[in-house]
């Protein structure tokens, strides 16, 4: 554990994502004292996979637990555009030795419950009874010295700083922020992971695979050392309703929602479990540039949900946690210290939104002549080395 000169803090964490467990972790390791209420009876994620660029492994490796995400996941050889038919490559990113070469983390897919359970670990070995699960927080109170977390059925508790890491449905932003809905992006999303050992020779890729074509698009990598492949289809629906993430979907949906695509697609949905099919609805918020009171502030999905089609949501709150603990090594008052943390991610966390929400555009053009020729005036590999996989949370200026 290290030292902090500024104060020791009390400081709640609602909600036990990806998020709220990297920022607890960055707290306990400063000696702060930490606790994370999940509302979920039990921890776990869904099933599905996760990329976790060089920025977030930058935290990772900060926690120490780098190594360990690496060993359980998987490194790609590539991060390729690929036409949605014959699968030609529209555009590449080297993700292997040379990738960790540049940016002294590797690029690493990762089943979301494994990475959960790294990061439960890792809080849990600062803290044993960091979390509390079971624990659904309703909202908080501020006063001049500080702020109460109220729960549904369970006593409040007073901190100096609460960190609402809710994600997109978050209760504690509709507080800080006021009522607004989240908006239906017109995409739905289809998730699945089969056995690599069931799927054919020429469907065992070890590139991250992004297929584009009219209307939407897959992407597909390998998870777990390369025993299963992920699959997640974006599909423009022009109306849906309400979703939820765990109830599955039929099989043929899936499958005439990808009629036509390369074979490769058509192997793993052949392949896919027919009661594991899952669809859900993908919604998005305009970036905002305020995220605090004086004694509470959003991260991750409650701050800034991010479409997936940069595979960065979680990079950003995984980025933002470990720019919050340093903020508050720095600033002695918590406002100055919310102000200097939100000051240093609002532009960042808004670029990866926008750029995010404007590559459905891209990714789904509905002409291919115009999809090839958009792709060619673009350098992928030049823009996400350069900007996005080289940001170093640990150790960028904290203006
Ligand atoms: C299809 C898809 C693919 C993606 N792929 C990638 C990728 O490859 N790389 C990447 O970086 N990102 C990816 N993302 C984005 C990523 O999943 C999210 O950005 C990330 O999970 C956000 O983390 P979070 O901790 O902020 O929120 P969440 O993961 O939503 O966690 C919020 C937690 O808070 C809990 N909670 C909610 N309300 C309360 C309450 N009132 N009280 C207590 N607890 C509460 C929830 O139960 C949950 O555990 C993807 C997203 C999708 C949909």
């Keep these: 554990m290290s030292e902090i000169s500024t104060p020791r803090r009390r400081i709640l964490v609602a909600g036990g994502g990806l998020g709220g467990l990297t920022v607890a972790a960055c707290l306990l390791k400063r000696g ?24 977030a492994g ?9 190594d360990r995400v690496a060993e359980i996941g998987f490194l790609p050889d590539q991060y390729r555009f690929r036409t949605f038919d014959d699968g030609s490559v529209l555009q590449a990113i080297e993700l292997g030795a040379r990738y960790r070469e540049t940016h002294g983390q590797p690029y690493v897919t990762i089943h979301r419950a494994d990475l959960h ?27 001049e010295t500080g702020v109460t977390l109220h729960f549904d059925g369970r006593a409040s508790e007073r901190a100096d700083l609460v960190i609402a890491a809710d994600g997109i449905k978050s209760v504690l932003r509709e507080q800080i922020l006021g009522h607004a809905q989240a908006d239906y992006t017109g995409d739905a999303v289809w998730r699945v992971i089969v056995p690599m050992e069931d799927l054919p020779p020429m469907a065992r890729e ?25 699959f997640v289809g974006a599909v423009e629906y022009p109306t849906l309703e309400a979703e939820s993430w765990t109830t599955p979907r039929p099989w043929e949906e899936m499958r005439d929602d990808f009629l ?24 998005n918020r305009t970036p905002v540039r305020n995220w605090s009171t004086r004694f509470a502030t959003l991260m991750g999905d409650a701050a800034h949900p991010t479409l997936p089609y940069m595979a960065q949501g979680a990079a950003m709150a995984i980025e933002d946690a470990l720019v919050l603990a340093r903020a ?36 789904h053009m509905p002409s291919m002549e115009d999809l090839r020729a958009s792709f060619a005036r673009r350098n992928m590999s030049g823009e996400r080395n350069g900007w996005l996989f080289s940001y170093d949370p640990a150790t960028v200026p904290l203006e």
Aim: net charge neutral; hydrophobic share 40%; proline share 4%.
């Design 117 to 143: 359970t790294v990061l439960v670990d890792a809080v849990r070995g600062l803290r044993a009874d960091a979390i509390e699960t079971g624990a659904r927080v309703t909202r908080f109170e501020e006063d």
């Design 58 to 66: 930058r935290v990772m490796a900060h926690i120490g637990v780098a």
């Design 328 to 363: 508050l090594d720095i600033d002695a008052e918590i406002p100055a210290a919310l102000d200097r943390y939100q000051r240093n991610r609002v532009d960042r966390t808004a670029r990866v939104v926008t750029e995010s929400t404007e590559n459905r555009k891209l990714f």
């Design 206 to 230: 070890t590139c991250t695979d992004i297929w584009v074509g009219p209307g939407r698009h897959a992407v597909t990598y390998p998870l777990r050392r390369g025993t299963l492949m992920n």
């Design 260 to 283: 036509g695509w390369n074979p490769m697609i058509a192997a793993i949905i052949e392949a896919a479990p027919r009661g594991e099919c899952y669809r859900w609805v993908l919604k």
């Design 32 to 55: 702060h004292d930490v606790r994370v209420f999940e509302q979920a009876p039990q921890l776990g994620e869904v099933g599905a996979g996760i990329q976790v660029s060089a920025n």
